[in-house]
């Protein structure tokens, strides 16, 4: 079976996908913020009033759970592909 004979992806596979793609994309939105208010001039006690302790949270927590997802992934792909059928042979 070649790769483009391989079945489409599942829905739980796409939900995955899309949580991965949420939840790094925060990550790196969270980064950005925290760079962006360094570079205009907020010093370690500024970060830890208002909105920016969870800012400073979020790729803490966001960045393992993403990983734990493509795992997931990888796992699940891996799986559906095997059923499938999508293991060489040998003749």
Same mark, same amino acid.
């Given at each position: 079976?070649?790769s483009?004979?391989?079945?489409? #992806? ?5 939900v995955?996908? +899309?949580?991965? *793609? &949420?939840? =790094?994309g925060?990550?790196?939105?969270a980064?950005?913020a925290?760079?962006i ?14 909105l920016? #302790?969870?800012?400073a949270?979020?790729?803490?927590? +966001?960045?393992p *759970? &993403?990983? =734990?997802?493509i795992?997931v992934?990888?796992?699940?792909s ?5 059923s499938?059928g999508g ?5």
């Amino acid at each position: 079976m070649s790769s483009l004979d391989a079945p489409p #992806p599942s829905r739980p596979e796409r939900v995955i996908a +899309a949580a991965i *793609a &949420g939840t =790094i994309g925060l990550s790196i939105v969270a980064f950005f913020a925290i760079i962006i208010g360094s570079w205009q001039g907020l010093e370690r006690g500024d970060f830890a009033q208002g909105l920016w #302790p969870v800012i400073a949270t979020i790729p803490l927590i +966001a960045l393992p *759970a &993403g990983f =734990i997802l493509i795992i997931v992934l990888l796992v699940l792909s891996t799986r559906r592909r095997r059923s499938s059928g999508g293991h060489a042979s040998s003749h």
